[in-house]
C-alpha cells in the first residue's frame, strides 16, 4: 500500500529580510532546526507575514515537532485569504495527523483542501487513502473484539463442570444407586448376619436368665424341707 503523499515545499522569499532568504537555504540543505531559528527572528520583524508562519510549520514538521508544526500552519491560515494557500496548510495538517494515525482528522483537512484547491490530486488521493485505512481500522478493532470476546467465552467454559464431572460427582455422593445385584446381595447378606448375632445374644441372656431362676427355685425348695422337718 503506498504511503501518505507529502507536500512541505517552502515558499520562496526573494524579496524578504536576509533571516528569511537564509532560512530557505538552511531548509533547502536539510538543516531544519537553523531553518526554525531564522525563520523565527525573521517573524520578528514581520510577524504578520503568512508565508514566514507557513515555511516555520514546515521546518518544525521536518524536525517531528507536529504540535508546534500545527500552530504555525494554523497561523498561517489565518492570515491569508487565498483559497490555494489554506489548502497548502490543509493538506500539511492532514499529514502530520495521518502520520499520528489521526485518521478521521486527517481526512477532514485533506476534505478541507480539496475544497479550496478541487484540482490537487495529491490531496485527493490522501483524503480516499485515509477513508480506506480508516474503515480498516474500525474492521480490525471490531474483530479484535470479537476476538477477545470469544476468547473470554472459551476460558468460561473451562471453568464450568462438564457434565461427565457432575454425574461423577452425583454417585461419589450416592454409593447406593446403581449397584450391581451382587453387591446388593452381599449388603443383604451383610445385615442378616448382625442380626443373627444380636439374636443369638439375646437368646443366651434369656438362657442365662432361666438356669438362675431354676437355681433360685431349688434353693427355696430345700429352705422349705429344712422348715419342715
Known amino acids: 500500500m503506498r504511503l501518505f503523499l507529502s507536500f512541505l515545499l517552502v515558499f520562496i522569499l526573494a524579496f524578504?529580510?536576509?533571516d528569511a532568504r537564509k532560512a530557505n537555504e538552511a531548509y533547502e540543505q536539510g538543516d531544519y532546526e537553523r531553518a526554525a531559528q531564522l525563520y523565527r527572528q525573521a517573524l520578528e520583524s514581520d510577524p504578520d507575514n503568512p508565508k514566514l508562519h507557513f515555511n516555520l510549520g514546515n521546518s518544525l514538521a521536518q524536525?517531528?515537532?507536529?504540535?508546534?508544526?500545527?500552530?504555525?500552519?494554523?497561523?498561517?491560515?489565518?492570515?491569508?485569504?487565498?483559497?490555494?494557500e489554506q489548502a497548502l496548510a490543509d493538506y500539511n495538517v492532514g499529514n502530520l495527523l495521518a502520520e499520528a494515525e489521526q485518521l478521521q482528522d486527517a481526512a477532514e483537512?485533506?476534505?478541507n483542501a480539496l475544497r479550496n484547491n478541487p484540482d490537487d490530486e495529491d490531496a485527493r488521493y490522501n483524503y480516499e487513502l485515509a477513508l480506506r485505512q480508516q474503515q480498516q481500522q474500525q474492521d480490525q478493532d471490531q474483530q479484535n473484539d470479537q476476538d477477545q470476546d470469544q476468547d473470554e467465552d472459551q476460558e468460561q467454559d473451562q471453568q464450568q463442570p462438564q457434565p461427565d464431572q457432575d454425574q461423577e460427582q452425583?454417585?461419589?455422593?450416592?454409593?447406593?444407586?446403581?449397584?450391581?445385584?451382587?453387591?446388593?446381595?452381599?449388603?443383604?447378606?451383610?445385615?442378616?448376619l448382625e442380626e443373627a448375632e444380636s439374636i443369638l445374644d439375646a437368646l443366651e441372656q434369656r438362657e442365662r436368665e432361666l438356669l438362675r431362676d431354676r437355681e433360685k427355685e431349688s434353693t427355696e425348695d430345700t429352705r422349705d424341707d429344712e422348715k419342715d422337718w
Open 109 to 111: 483537512f485533506y476534505r
Open 63 to 84: 524536525m517531528g515537532r507536529a504540535q508546534e508544526a500545527l500552530d504555525a500552519y494554523q497561523h498561517f491560515r489565518s492570515l491569508t485569504d487565498d483559497p490555494r
Open 170 to 192: 452425583n454417585q461419589d455422593q450416592r454409593p447406593d444407586e446403581g449397584d450391581s445385584p451382587e453387591d446388593q446381595q452381599e449388603r443383604e447378606s451383610e445385615i442378616s
Open 16 to 18: 524578504a529580510p536576509s
